[in-house]
């Protein structure tokens, strides 16, 4: 049956995608809020990362929506394969130090004012971000290291003296 050209199966399967999409997004952010009570990332990690896997669950959905309406799906899924495979060797040092920052952060081998030693890099740390670690030299010059650095070389964080410890 049609109503004003429009077929209304289609719209009953389109708002039943859309609901199913909203539940399935909402069910997963749960999930990955409920995990990460238990893990020692970051707030803003966790965050980041349960935007990205609802966000995904829309564009999953958004592609059944399209195949409900008989478009050919496969040769926009392999476009887009194509285009993330380009993407992901475009953007690997950044994919590495994000993911080195993942790690780094989890490890918690070294926090905000410790001070650390990694390759010819001395200093206090100022910031840990996901793709950067910031640290102060004795000089006064500002470092932004890769987290990739920590990853692929040793990290020496340095005693507090009595010094330090009584002015902190």
Same mark, same amino acid.
């Given at each position: 049956?049609?109503?004003?050209?429009? =077929?209304? %199966?289609?719209?009953?399967?389109?708002? *039943?995608?859309?609901?199913?999409? &909203? $539940? +399935?997004?909402?069910? @997963?952010?749960?999930?990955?809020?409920?995990?990460?009570?238990?893990?020692?990332?970051? =707030?803003? %990690?966790?965050?980041?990362?349960?935007? *990205?896997?609802?966000?995904?669950? &829309? $564009? +999953?959905?958004?592609? @059944?929506?399209?195949?409900?309406?008989?478009?050919?799906?496969?040769?926009?899924?392999?476009?887009?394969?194509?285009?993330?495979?380009?993407?992901?060797?475009?953007?690997?040092?950044?994919?590495?130090?994000?993911?080195?920052?993942?790690?780094?952060?989890?490890?918690?081998?070294?926090?905000?004012g410790d001070d650390i030693k990694v390759q010819n890099f001395e200093g206090k740390v100022q910031k840990?971000?996901?793709?950067?670690t910031v640290i102060e030299t004795k000089e006064g010059d500002v470092v932004f290291i890769p987290n990739?650095?920590?990853?692929?070389?040793?990290?020496?964080?340095?005693?507090?003296?009595?010094?330090?410890?009584?002015?902190?």
């Amino acid at each position: 049956m049609q109503i004003a050209g429009i =077929e209304v %199966i289609q719209v009953v399967q389109v708002i *039943i995608a859309l609901v199913a999409t &909203y $539940v +399935i997004a909402k069910i @997963a952010s749960r999930t990955l809020a409920k995990i990460f009570e238990k893990t020692p990332f970051p =707030e803003t %990690i966790e965050k980041w990362i349960t935007r *990205i896997s609802k966000y995904t669950v &829309y $564009v +999953i959905g958004l592609f @059944a929506i399209i195949g409900i309406f008989g478009f050919d799906l496969t040769s926009i899924i392999v476009g887009l394969g194509a285009f993330s495979i380009a993407i992901s060797f475009a953007m690997s040092t950044v994919i590495q130090n994000f993911v080195s920052g993942l790690l780094v952060q989890a490890d918690k081998a070294f926090s905000i004012g410790d001070d650390i030693k990694v390759q010819n890099f001395e200093g206090k740390v100022q910031k840990i971000s996901v793709r950067t670690t910031v640290i102060e030299t004795k000089e006064g010059d500002v470092v932004f290291i890769p987290n990739s650095v920590f990853i692929s070389n040793p990290v020496v964080r340095k005693k507090k003296t009595d010094d330090q410890s009584v002015l902190q």
